[in-house]
Structure formats: C-alpha cells, structure tokens
T-cell receptor
Framework: AQKVTQAQTEISVVEKEDVTLDCVYE???????LFWYKQPPSGELVFLIR??????QNEISGRYSWNFQKSTSSFNFTITASQVVDSAVYFC?????????????FGAGTILRVKS | DGGITQSPKYLFRKEGQNVTLSCEQN?????MYWYRQDPGQGLRLIYY???????QKGDIAEGYSVSREKKESFPLTVTSAQKNPTAFYLC????????????FGPGTRLTVL
C-alpha cells in the first residue's frame, strides 16, 4: 500500500526560527516520486518540489531545503529563518511512476504557524 | 495568464440537490483531476481524466460524476447520493497523464445546508 505520514499535526514557531516538517512514506515500488505542496489560507495548493526515487541529492531553494533519505523512507522539509508568510498547511505526497493516471497519495498535512 | 480556474469559490446547496462545480484550465494540459479535502485530512482523489472523453474513478468516486467533453473543462457533479458532501474541492491538471507535477486551482468550498 502507498502511504504518506506527516506526524506533526501543527507546529508553531517564532519568526526567524528554523523549522523542519517531517514526511515518512511507504511504498513497494522501486521508482516513485515525492512532492511537497504549500496551501496558504487562500486554499490553493502551490507546488514546491518534486523528487524522484533515484535522486537522493538534497536540494536548497532560497530559505527552503529538502532532505531525501531512502534508507529511512523520509523526505523532510526545512524552512530556514521562517517568516510570517510561511504560515500555511504543508502537504507531502507520493506518486508511483508505473501507476497510470498520475495519482497522488497525500499525507494529512502539517499546519505551520509563524508568529511575529 | 495561464492557470486553473474554479467557480464558484463558495457554494451552498440544500440536502438532496445535485450541484456542479466548474474547473477550467488554459494550460493545454491533457490530464485533469478532482480531489476532496476534509479538515485535518489530506486530499483524496475523486475522479481523473487523461484525455478528452475519457475519465476514471479515483478512490472516493461514489456519489460523484464527471464529464470531459473539452480539453480545457472538467466539471464535477456532486449528486444527492453523496452522503457527506460538505468539503473543500480542488481541481488539478498536469501536462500529460505521465507528467509528474499536478497544478491546482483555487478550490470550491461546498456546504450542504
């Protein structure tokens, strides 16, 4: 079964703190893709990053960084020097490459609150 | 600007009525999807369409219906058979069925009174 677990339901930090959002996935596929999406209060999901299972290089984009570790089936997301605008719900998702239809399995999401 | 539009933003309906949610994209994407989001839960797939005039059931299709008569449009009908229709509905599209990234619209919040 495909499953994504985001154990942190809600996190509160003060502006400028670093914060890490955890994502653990389960899959039997050897090839798969992982995603992070941001959902601000407006409701629209904003695509942040996509990683395939063959690429374990960590990635940094500005204040955002992602740590992909196949050995622990984790794909964690770190925001450095958080800002109030980072407040949102963040979703981790898994897609199986050989399953047609491009279906995504989402975690339950982590609510991030950044206080000024 | 290219993107996905959903209308209306908020929708109210009386119990027992069917209602149709609109989703339009001008990205020239082949594949389109409908998800449902409930509080404290991730998104769950209702229906998806890989090409015009074709669509497939997702994980929670019961009580819903769709059509895909045009590439840019993928309306979702919530029927009276849906037991608990109050939710936030999100439409998404991807360039091809095999493409990795789905892009989402702003969503429609449906409330059944």
């Amino acid at each position: 079964a495909q499953k994504v677990t985001q154990a942190q339901t809600e996190i509160s930090v003060v502006e400028k703190e670093d914060v890490t959002l955890d994502c653990v996935y389960e899959t039997r596929d050897t090839t798969y893709y992982l995603f992070w999406y941001k959902q601000p209060p407006s409701g629209e999901l904003v695509f942040l990053i996509r990683r395939n299972s063959f690429d374990e290089q960590n990635e940094i984009s500005g204040r955002y960084s992602w740590n992909f570790q196949k050995s622990t089936s984790s794909f964690n997301f770190t925001i450095t020097a958080s800002q109030v605008v980072d407040s949102a719900v963040y979703f981790c998702a898994l897609r199986r490459s050989r399953e047609y239809g491009n279906k995504l399995v989402f975690g339950a999401g982590t609510i991030l609150r950044v206080k000024s | 600007d290219g993107g996905i539009t959903q209308s209306p933003k908020y929708l109210f309906r009386k119990e027992g009525q069917n209602v149709t949610l609109s989703c339009e994209q001008n990205l020239n994407h082949d594949a389109m999807y409908w998800y449902r989001q409930d509080p404290g839960q991730g998104l769950r797939l209702i229906y998806y369409s890989q090409i015009v005039n074709d669509f497939q059931k997702g994980d929670i299709a019961e009580g819903y219906s769709v059509s895909r008569e045009k590439k840019e449009s993928f309306p979702l009908t919530v029927t009276s058979a849906q037991k608990n229709p109050t939710a936030f509905y999100l439409c998404a599209s991807s360039r091809t069925p095999g493409a990795d990234t789905q892009y989402f619209g702003p969503g429609t919040r449906l409330t059944v009174l």
